[in-house]
């Protein structure tokens, strides 16, 4: 499967972006998908992960009840709303998908496939 993240750009504190993640190939629900995200000097992080039928969700402590996942198996698409962004959520946002259906991951190694990121940057 091929990921193609989109939807970054530079907001202002407190601002909102929804970014989308399109899988090309077949079988998107059969997948795990997450989010991840790497800000300059740090390693890459989770943000959050959705089951193959949005059953299930996780989410950084750092993101959770601000930041919304969701899917659309019908168009092959994964979204991370993102509202009441602060400085700190500034990094590359990377979208992954994961074969394994039995449980939701956290961890970026676990993944199979990954998106080539879109950049979001968060500064008045």
């Known amino acids: 499967v091929q990921l193609q993240a989109s939807g970054g750009g530079l907001v202002q504190p407190g601002g909102s972006l929804r970014l989308s993640c399109a899988a090309s190939?077949?079988?998107?629900?059969?997948?795990?998908m997450g989010w991840f995200r790497q800000a300059p000097g740090k390693e890459r992080e989770f943000v959050a992960a959705?089951?193959?039928?949005?059953?299930?969700?996780y989410f950084a402590d750092s993101v959770k009840a601000r930041f919304i996942i969701s899917r659309d198996n019908a168009k092959n698409t994964v979204y991370l709303q993102m509202n009441s962004l602060k400085p700190e959520d500034t990094a590359v946002y990377y979208c992954a998908a994961d074969s394994n259906l039995q449980y939701v991951t956290v961890v970026g190694d676990q993944y199979d496939y990954w998106g080539q990121g879109t950049q979001v940057t968060v500064s008045s």
């Open positions: 190939g077949r079988n998107f629900d059969s997948y795990v």
């Open positions: 959705i089951s193959w039928n949005g059953g299930t969700s």
